[in-house]
T-cell receptor, first 117, second 116 residues
């Protein structure tokens, strides 16, 4: 069975601090996808990134960066120089990547990030 | 492109009633999935539809059902509502074509259902 663990329930930082959100996953699949989503108070889940299991290259997008380590089954997300607008709940998710075409996202419990001015 | 739209955004129903929620996917997206979000259980997969057929279903009772139309729009129905069905119901769409990007699900704003 697939499982995603986000051990940090809530993180509070002051604006301009760097913050890392942890994600650890479990799967028996050799090929899978990992995702991060942001959920602001409005409720909509905003897609941030997809990572393939065979691509361990880290990715940077502006102030956001992701560190994927297959050896430790982790896919951590770092926000550099945090801003108040980054306040939201962040979800890590996992799905298989078989050729069935079906897809089911398995989500972690989320980490609530509060950035204070 | 317009995003995923869901109607209604808010709904209040009484125990025992039934409810139908609607979802319009991003133009060109053929797959629609539904998820339930509650404080206790988090985000849980309900089902996925493409080509008007249910392709995958989560661990929910038969009171939860859905369908997809030829234009890829989808509806989900919950019959005999229980208090525990109070949740945010999120719809997501993905394109099905385009390699790995076909696995990127884009979510709508959700329908918040309150059962009293």
């Amino acid at each position: 069975a697939q499982k995603v663990t986000q051990a940090q329930t809530e993180i509070s930082v002051v604006e301009k601090e760097d913050v890392t959100l942890d994600c650890v996953y479990e799967t028996r699949d050799t090929t899978y996808y990992l995702f991060w989503y942001k959920q602001p108070p409005s409720g909509e889940l905003v897609f941030l990134i997809r990572r393939n299991s065979f691509d361990e290259q880290n990715e940077i997008s502006g102030r956001y960066s992701w560190n994927f380590q297959k050896s430790t089954s982790s896919f951590n997300f770092t926000i550099t120089a945090s801003q108040v607008v980054d306040s939201a709940v962040y979800f890590c998710a996992l799905s298989e990547a078989r050729n069935t075409g079906f897809q089911k996202l398995v989500f972690g419990t989320g980490t609530r990030l509060l950035v204070s001015p | 492109k317009a995003g995923v739209t869901q109607t209604p955004r808010y709904l209040i129903k009484t125990r025992g009633q039934q409810v139908t929620l609607s979802c319009s996917p991003i133009s060109g997206h053929r797959s629609v999935s539904w998820y339930q979000q509650t404080p206790g259980q988090g985000l849980q997969f309900l089902f996925e539809y493409f080509s008007e057929t249910q392709r995958n279903k989560g661990n929910f009772p038969g009171r939860f059902s859905g369908r997809q139309f030829s234009n890829s729009r989808s509806e989900m129905n919950v019959s005999t509502l229980e208090l525990g069905d109070s949740a945010l119901y999120l719809c997501a769409s993905r394109p099905l074509a385009g390699g790995a990007s076909s696995y990127e699900q884009y979510f709508g704003p959700g329908t918040r259902l309150t059962v009293t």
